[in-house]
């Protein structure tokens, strides 16, 4: 594929930070965009010069110039905007949180997979300068076996009931806002789902979890000790223990430029290097994409989709601690 075109579904935050990172990348396009709206399509289109603004997601997805769809709906959509461009026989990276549950995960995939085409889970920051660069260290067993992951994400917003983070019919809540960035980074290192699963939680006045802390424990006793939250600002910092050293990812470490390696044990010696990237990051995943699609393949290596299912499954294991269930399922 030459010039990869394309479609942008919702235009929300999101959506306007993912067309402002593809804007750093050659040899591709938005060449569409989708919103419920005429009037907010148009807006989206003249601010990133986008040639065709559709009132409908029905509409976008049969827009014969679009290549790949990037739905950036709220996630409670997710699982039917996927679908729907799917079915379109249109090629998707899906904003995370994937989808609400692993069931609603297990339905996308599964069409991807009869479709023929190629779908991502939207984890923008695994693809990131830093991430990569630790995997390399991770891959390269200076630092031993890693043993402990420590990861927290946690902010102070305001409640408010008509907001999505505090608005439980919109799926809100710390878990699927910001823990899923915690999850997934843990299962990058460990690479393997979870085999005991023990979390606590604090539930608000809107019925959403705003504060959380999970133990995970993989297999040969290794553990994972992750918080989140969307009412407490935490230290924002990732840490990797292993048996010959560890390594920091630093604050705010899931778009940061900056790790430490230490390369033996104890506080002493540690190593600060920079992987900075242009604009707000949101290229690299675009790019991930694109080779991807460039190459034929219909997943990525780098999240997989099986992996993705992993997580979700794993997320619902920690909400069926808490006897956390979304209006819609």
């Not at 014969?64 to 769809?69: H, L, P, R």
């Not at 990812?249 to 390369?263: D, F, S, Y």
């Amino acid at each position: 594929m030459d010039t990869i075109r394309w479609g942008i579904m919702g235009t929300g935050n999101i959506a306007h930070k993912f067309a402002r990172g593809l804007a750093l990348l050659p040899d591709t396009e938005i060449v569409a965009v989708g919103s419920r709206r005429q009037e907010t399509a148009d807006t989206f289109g003249d601010e990133f010069s986008v040639p065709h603004r559709h009132a409908s997601y029905d509409a976008l997805v049969g827009d014969g110039d679009v290549d790949v769809v990037y739905v950036s709906t709220p996630h409670t959509f997710h699982r039917d905007n996927t679908l729907l461009a799917l079915e379109a026989g249109k090629h998707v990276l899906c904003e995370k949180p994937f989808a609400i549950n692993a069931r609603q995960a297990r339905d996308m995939v599964e069409a991807a997979r009869d479709k023929g085409c190629f779908l991502m889970d939207a984890v923008w920051s695994r693809f990131l300068p830093t991430h990569v660069r630790a995997r390399e260290i991770l891959a390269s067993g200076v630092l031993g076996e890693i043993r402990m992951v420590h990861v927290d994400f946690g902010f102070r917003g305001t409640v408010d009931p008509r907001q999505r983070l505090f608005n439980l019919e919109l799926g809100g809540g710390a878990l699927l806002d910001v823990g899923i960035y915690d999850v997934q980074l843990a299962s990058m290192v460990f690479g393997e789902a979870p085999t005991e699963i023990a979390a606590m939680t604090s539930i608000g006045s809107t019925g959403v979890d705003e504060q959380s802390a999970m133990l995970l424990e993989y297999s040969g006793g290794r553990m994972a000790q992750l918080s989140c939250a969307i009412r407490t600002t935490t230290h924002h910092e990732a840490s990797f223990f292993g048996t010959e050293g560890r390594l920091r990812l630093e604050a705010p470490w899931w778009r940061g430029t900056a790790l430490t390696v230490w390369k033996r044990p104890g506080p002493e010696g540690g190593e600060t290097t920079r992987h900075t990237y242009e604009g707000n990051g949101y290229q690299h995943e675009a790019a991930e994409v694109m080779a991807c699609l460039r190459a034929g393949k219909l997943e990525s290596d780098i999240m997989p989709l099986d992996e993705t299912l992993s997580l979700m499954e794993t997320l619902d294991a920690v909400r069926a601690q808490w006897g956390l269930v979304y209006p819609m399922e």
